[in-house]
């Protein structure tokens, strides 16, 4: 997973109040932290774990910065793993913070002061001081990617107290869960960003502090970072028994449908695999067989967002919904999961998927309160239950075909010698892809828009070029996903808000610019309470999913790994996330 610098984890959130007053080791949403002060190690890490071996990665398309908290360039798989954050997210627990960087943390009414540790060093051995995590802050906001602006919209400051010791103030009203977000801040070198241009991509190793540092770096080809035997934190209780290997390396593909071939041939070690085809018949071979290789499904209790074909609401063609819809009811998703997933997976019904959040049944009375205001700018039926059209399996949806003719022609179109038009200009629109197995997910939701008159064009790109046209919001449709917390808080602004949908290299790839889902998303963000966040986010999954903004997929709960027989993990996984950094090596391991 590429990283941005936004620690948008594979984590879930809970929701209340953390204490406020007084030092505190952790920060907590939902109830009080699971590890004391004086906590040893997380229980889903092998404290005693061994050090060692050479864990070979993939990574596809390339890399051209080893900056990733620019809007430009491509940044190199792995380079969190070189810089520390002030407090550590642990995967046994709904949403807590430990200190990493930070030694204690105070909260005030509208501020927070973080103690930093005095022995924290940069690879260098130079102090980590209040003045690098202020520049840190102020780098990421006024000249980082413009997400970070969102993300850290309700900071309005951070200030050096003395050498060791940030003050961080927050707006009136903040979201519970500032705090904690602020505690996800990473730590870069003042010093060593104020002789270099940092809105610049570079290949220059940053000088960082984490548990690994670059060691070679071919562009185009491979990353390999080696693990720091001096990293000032490696004993900290929130790193015991994790970053075990001596090195890690990204082995560069050009794309995903050579990357099954080069695992099964040895040329890296672990796959998480994405595609149901892959894990039911793409493994295959000697080594499967001989038991070298080890497929195991790992259970998770992850809430799952939204994965879909997404609408670019700024092509006219998009703007009106029953468009939209008509689109929507011409992919068959029961023939999908039967003719190409093995019956994987699951339909997703909601933004919110696989959680309390989703919004279920007609809406309650809370939510109507929330919606009213907003009535004007919401679909008429946003009340009622939401209801994803079903098909008998056959692949030829005909009843949702002629329910999306009707749509269409009550929004304009007429059926031309097979050609759907309106004022003389046919409906036609393009799909970015950048997954060449998705090709086959895709052809057959094309041939059902033509039954309709409907061209969509597939067009499939490398990932730079992907990316790149993706920042600047460059496209009809694109398949993408939304995932999501069991918090949700200021990532929302991102996702849906007016001002990001103008905001090129943020993720509003719908270009929803809608007052009511912009105060709906705020009313997601300043719930005070775990019932009011649930009520919050209901209705604002009504708003999205009436609104007919995507087209939804589909969800898995568990995780798919693939490995070589050289790796392992602790007995106890995490719930909340597929922590790899705390997996092993054999001692004679090396490639497979």
């Known amino acids: 997973m590429k990283w941005t610098g936004l620690v948008f984890v594979l984590v879930v959130l809970a ?14 949403l939902g109830s009080a932290p699971k590890y004391g002060p004086d906590f040893s190690h997380f229980d889903y890490v092998r404290p005693d774990a061994p050090k060692g071996g050479h864990l070979r990665l993939a990574s596809v398309g390339g890399f051209d910065s080893l900056n990733p908290w620019i809007l430009r360039g491509q940044a190199a798989d792995g380079v969190e793993l070189t810089v520390d954050t002030l407090m550590v997210q642990s995967l046994d627990e709904p949403f807590t913070v430990y200190g990493l960087v930070a030694r204690s943390v105070e909260l005030e009414d509208e501020a927070m002061v973080v103690h930093l540790r005095p022995e924290a060093r940069f690879h260098d051995g130079s102090p980590i001081t209040a003045a ?41 009203g ?10 996800q801040l990473p730590v870069l070198s003042q010093r060593w960003w104020q002789e270099r241009d940092f809105t610049a991509p570079t290949l220059e190793p ?33 790193n015991r028994g994790r970053h075990n290997f001596d090195r890690i390396t990204y082995e560069t593909y050009r794309d995903t449908s050579v990357t099954l071939e080069a695992f099964l041939a040895g040329q890296y070690h672990f796959r998480l695999e994405t595609t149901a085809k892959n894990w039911h018949i793409g493994y295959r071979g000697p080594a499967v067989e001989s038991g070298r290789i080890r497929r195991e499904r790992i259970a998770h209790h992850l809430p799952q967002g939204m994965q879909c074909f997404a609408f670019n609401l700024r092509r006219p063609i998009f703007a009106d919904p029953r468009v939209r819809h008509a689109l929507a009811l011409a992919f068959d998703f029961s023939w999908s999961n039967t003719a190409l997933f093995y019956g994987e997976y699951t339909r997703t019904s909601s933004f919110f998927a696989n959680s309390e959040l989703a919004a ?24 009622l239950p939401f209801v994803l059209p079903k098909t008998d399996g056959s692949g030829f949806p005909r009843e949702n075909l002629r329910r999306a003719l009707t749509l269409l022609t009550e929004a304009g179109y007429r059926l031309e010698n097979g050609v759907m038009t309106r004022n003389g200009q046919p409906l036609s ?19 059902n828009l033509a039954k309709l008159g409907v061209r969509m064009q597939v067009r499939l790109m490398d990932v730079a070029q992907y990316i790149g046209r993706l920042r600047n ?31 090129p290299g943020s993720r509003n790839y719908c270009g929803i610019a809608n007052p009511a889902i912009d105060a709906l998303v705020e009313a ?49 996984t995490p719930p909340y996330g597929l922590d790899l950094q705390s997996w092993w090596m054999e001692p004679e391991g090396g490639r497979p």
């Open 174 to 183: 903040h979201s519970p869960e500032l705090p904690l977000i602020v505690g």
């Open 132 to 172: 690098d995590v202020v520049f840190t802050f102020e780098a990421l906001t006024q000249r980082g990617s413009p997400v970070y602006q969102q993300y850290y919209a309700e900071v309005t400051g951070a200030k050096a107290v003395d050498a060791h010791t940030v003050r961080f103030t927050f707006a009136a």
């Open 206 to 238: 940053p000088l960082t502090s984490g548990p690994y540092r670059v060691e070679s770096v071919q562009p185009g080809q491979r990353i390999t970072y080696v693990r720091d035997p001096n990293y000032w934190a490696r004993d900290l209780p929130v």
């Open 429 to 447: 629109f393009e799909l970015l892809l950048v997954q060449p197995e998705f090709e086959r997910v895709v052809l057959p939701y094309q041939r």
């Open 473 to 503: 919001f460059d496209y009809d449709m694109i398949v993408t996903s939304f995932p999501q917390s069991l918090s949700p808080g200021n990532e929302q602004r991102s996702f849906w808000s007016s001002t990001a949908a103008k905001t």
């Open 360 to 383: 279920e049944g007609p809406a309650s009375p809370e939510e109507r309160a929330l919606l009213d205001p907003w009535r004007e700018h919401l679909p008429a039926s946003v009340d």
């Open 524 to 572: 997601v963000i300043r719930a005070p309470s775990r019932t009011e966040l649930i009520t919050a986010c209901r209705a604002l999954d009504r708003a999205l999913l009436h609104g007919w903004y995507v087209v939804p997929q589909w969800h898995a709960t568990s995780f798919r790994v693939a490995y070589w027989d050289v790796l392992h993990h602790p007995e106890h």
């Open 15 to 28: 929701m209340a109040a953390p204490a406020w007053g007084g030092s505190v080791h952790a920060l907590a």
